[in-house]
C-alpha cells in the first residue's frame, strides 16, 4: 500500500506534496526549527549537468549531506533557455516586471534551511541560497488593497499563496541549493522557498507571480 501511494505521489505533478487536498500551512508541531538563516551576497554561474533523481521509497526524516539525498516529484522540462528567461511580476503592483535570471540574482540573498516536508512521506534538510522575495516584491510596489498571489511555473503548475507568505522576510528564491546552483530536477533556475510550509508550495521552474 505505501508503494502504491508513493507511485501516486510521483505521478501527480511537481508539487505533488500538495497533490491530496489543498496546500496549507504545516502546524506548529509540525514545523521543525531552522538550521540556519543569514543573510549572504552571491554570485551566480552556469548550471552544470543535471543530477540522477536520488529519490528513495522511505518517509523517513533525512539531514542532507549531499544533494542527491533530496526527494524528487515530478518532472521537469527538458530544458530551459536561460537567455530567453524571465520572471514575471504582475497584476497589482505600481510597476510590472519581467526579470531576466541575472536580474533575480542581483537582489539581497538569504541563505536559510528550512524543512522540506512532505506530510506523511518525508522531511529533508537542505541549505538553500537565494533572492528576497520581498525585495523583488517591493521594487514591483504591490498595491495596498491587495491579498493574495498566484505563484506559476514554466510547467503550467499554479497555486495561490496569502500575501503575508509571499512578503516574509523568510521567503525566498532559490537558485542554489548546499552550495550547487540548482539542479533542473529541484526547480532551475528559480524555486520558491516558503519556510513553514509544505513542499507542495516550493513551486519548482518558477515562471510568475501576479498579485490580486
Known sequence: ???VWLLALVALGPNACGAFGQPRALSPAEVPTPQVTLVVQATAQAPGTPRGDGASSDATK??????EDLHITGTPPE???IAAYRLQIDGRVATPLSLTYDEVLAYPQITAAPHLICPGFWDDLAEWTGPSLAAIMARAGVSADATE?????????SITLPLAAV???DTFLAYKVDGQVL?????YPLRLVVPNMEGGKWVKWLAEIYVR
Open 1 to 3: 500500500m505505501v508503494i
Open 62 to 67: 533525512t539531514s542532507l549531506y549531499s544533494i
Open 79 to 81: 530544458a530551459v533557455d
Open 149 to 157: 498571489v498566484i505563484v506559476s511555473s514554466l510547467d503550467g503548475y
Open 167 to 169: 512578503m516574509s522576510p
Open 183 to 187: 539542479p533542473l530536477e529541484h526547480g
